[in-house]
């Protein structure tokens, strides 16, 4: 099984700052790597895959890059509607996810 | 828009048989491209894949469940199931049903139904 690792597990931050997520991999998957969010009461929601591509209709503050085992999500201006858990979910060799890490707006 | 809905009795005793069926609307559940799974979050744990299958029956699973988990497709109705079999407290869980992009990532999901375990 491959292990994605998250950090951090929790962060706050401010509307307007800028946030990074890390993700790693225990073995490379090249860019086999997506990212969701998941908000209170909502499916969760595809934002970036194949490690660096943007889905149809997320906002542009939202990118990703990384590839090999070291991966990351960045949200560039922090918005109030950001508030939620960011996954990040390896497909090199079936699914699997990493722990999740909850987005607080301080 | 595609929409998923999971639907299925929020309550299943141990050892018995949890069955969930998720309804596919505003879009195919027939495509070559993409297959239909489901997913998993036990409380405090990582999302965790269950299975995933085509419309055409070509199914894939969680190596760590395959011998407890069926999915199946019902085309005609524009759903998919799955079955998880002999079930205990550590099944409790929100169960997502999911179209993904062949076996890579996932595009859309339901927003998740809570199934719990107990007697």
């Known amino acids: 099984d491959i292990q994605m690792t998250q950090s951090p597990s929790t962060l706050s931050a401010s509307v307007g700052d800028r946030v990074t997520i890390t993700c790693r991999a225990s073995q490379s998957i090249s860019d086999w790597l997506a990212w969701y969010q998941l908000r209170p009461g909502k499916a969760p929601k595809l934002l970036i895959y194949k490690a660096s591509t943007l889905e149809d209709g997320v906002p542009s503050r939202f990118s990703g890059s990384g590839s090999g085992t070291e991966f990351t999500l960045t949200i560039s201006s922090l918005q109030p509607d950001d508030l939620a858990t960011y996954f990040c979910q390896q497909y090199n060799s079936f699914l699997t996810f990493g722990q999740g890490t909850r987005l607080e707006i301080k | 828009q595609l929409q998923l809905q999971e639907s299925g009795p929020g309550l299943v005793k141990p050892s018995e048989t949890l069955s969930l069926t998720c309804s596919v609307s505003?879009?195919?559940?027939?495509?070559?491209?993409?297959?239909w799974g489901w997913i998993r979050q036990a409380p405090g744990k990582e999302l965790e894949w269950l299975g995933s299958m085509y419309f055409s029956g070509s199914t894939y699973y969680n190596p760590s469940l395959k011998s407890r988990v069926t999915t199946s497709v019902d085309t005609s109705n524009s759903q998919f199931s799955l079955r998880l079999t002999s079930v205990t407290a550590a099944d409790t869980a929100v169960y997502y049903c999911?179209?993904?992009?062949?076996?890579?990532?996932?595009?859309?999901w339901g927003r998740g139904i809570l199934v719990t375990v107990s007697s």
């Open positions: 505003g879009g195919p559940i027939i495509t070559s491209s993409h297959c």
């Open positions: 999911v179209r993904g992009r062949n076996l890579q990532y996932l595009d859309s």
